[in-house]
């Protein structure tokens, strides 16, 4: 069976990164989730795809010169006009809330490091303690665009899954991933062709394409049967893997 993982939560319909998206990807039907993380000015791990909250947020400025204090202040909800209220306005979650959060349910969870434009000084040594601390071993693949990252991560924890990401056509990609110990991969959908992904999964590696949203791929990459796919919509997703599964 193909996974569903949520892309920043279900980030087609709710904002993005938030426990809002969260929640409502896990109601979707998904078996996971997709986020990404960044340290704030006091080296707390938060939840949010930028180095800057000027995109997500109604603030301006780069994460890591933020105190977690500050980034709660902020409105995370942008262009989803149905999600400021006044009463509670979704805020830049911590990793640890959603880890919390993740001991009511059995979602699966993809920690994106996002450590490529800033070096966060032991950004991967704080995540890694906190699965730790959690116990979340098995639920946790940590992916990044910085491969010096994953392969630092697999130095101080063997035991858990990193998966590269990658833009681009890679030759022989399964050769590559097991050359930095990662047991997955991350494709964009469009540097995945079916050949690649069923070589990829013959030689043990998974493939989790992102970010699917288009039914036609969505339905191409299910009925191959993909490891997981990455997507903005998974309640559509899980739509299209019933019925393809009658």
Same mark, same amino acid.
């Given at each position: 069976?193909?996974f569903?993982?949520?892309?920043?939560?279900s980030?087609?319909?709710?904002?993005?990164?938030?426990?809002?998206?969260?929640?409502?990807?896990e109601?979707?039907?998904a078996e996971?989730?997709?986020l990404?993380?960044?340290?704030?000015?006091?080296?707390?791990?938060?939840?949010?795809?930028?180095?800057?909250?000027?995109?997500?947020?109604?603030?301006k400025?780069?994460?890591?010169?933020?105190?977690v204090?500050?980034?709660?202040?902020?409105?995370?909800?942008?262009?989803?006009k149905?999600?400021?209220?006044?009463i509670?306005?979704?805020?830049?979650?911590?990793l640890?809330?959603?880890?919390?959060?993740?001991?009511?349910?059995?979602?699966?969870?993809?920690?994106?490091?996002?450590?490529g434009?800033?070096?966060?000084?032991?950004?991967?040594?704080?995540?890694?303690?906190?699965?730790?601390?959690?116990?979340?071993?098995e639920?946790?693949?940590?992916?990044?665009?910085?491969?010096?990252?994953?392969?630092?991560?697999?130095?101080? @924890?063997?035991e858990?899954e $990193?998966?590269?990401?990658y +833009? /681009?056509?890679?030759?022989?990609?399964? &050769?590559?991933?097991? !050359? *930095?110990?990662?047991?997955?991969l991350?494709?964009?959908f469009?540097?995945?062709?079916n050949?690649?992904?069923?070589?990829?999964?013959?030689?043990?590696i @998974?493939?989790?394409?992102? $970010?699917?949203n288009?039914? +036609? /791929?969505?339905?191409?990459l299910?009925? &191959?049967?993909?490891? !997981? *796919?990455?997507t903005?919509?998974?309640?559509?997703?899980?739509?299209?893997?019933?019925?393809?599964?009658?």
């Amino acid at each position: 069976m193909t996974f569903i993982f949520a892309h920043r939560g279900s980030a087609g319909t709710h904002p993005e990164n938030t426990m809002e998206s969260f929640i409502a990807a896990e109601k979707s039907g998904a078996e996971g989730l997709e986020l990404d993380v960044h340290l704030s000015k006091d080296g707390e791990i938060v939840v949010i795809h930028d180095e800057t909250v000027d995109r997500t947020t109604n603030g301006k400025g780069f994460v890591h010169q933020l105190t977690v204090a500050e980034l709660k202040e902020l409105n995370a909800s942008y262009k989803f006009k149905t999600f400021q209220s006044f009463i509670r306005s979704p805020k830049i979650p911590t990793l640890k809330e959603v880890f919390e959060w993740m001991r009511g349910n059995n979602l699966l969870c993809n920690i994106e490091m996002k450590n490529g434009k800033i070096m966060y000084p032991l950004l991967e040594e704080k995540v890694i303690q906190l699965i730790r601390d959690y116990r979340y071993e098995e639920r946790i693949i940590i992916s990044s665009f910085n491969h010096y990252s994953l392969v630092r991560c697999y130095q101080l @924890a063997p035991e858990l899954e $990193t998966a590269p990401l990658y +833009s /681009d056509g890679l030759y022989m990609p399964w &050769i590559y991933a097991k !050359a *930095i110990h990662s047991k997955g991969l991350h494709p964009n959908f469009k540097a995945a062709p079916n050949m690649i992904i069923q070589e990829a999964m013959a030689n043990g590696i @998974a493939v989790r394409p992102y $970010t699917v949203n288009k039914e +036609s /791929d969505m339905e191409r990459l299910i009925a &191959i049967q993909c490891s !997981a *796919i990455i997507t903005d919509y998974p309640e559509k997703a899980f739509k299209i893997r019933k019925k393809l599964s009658k």
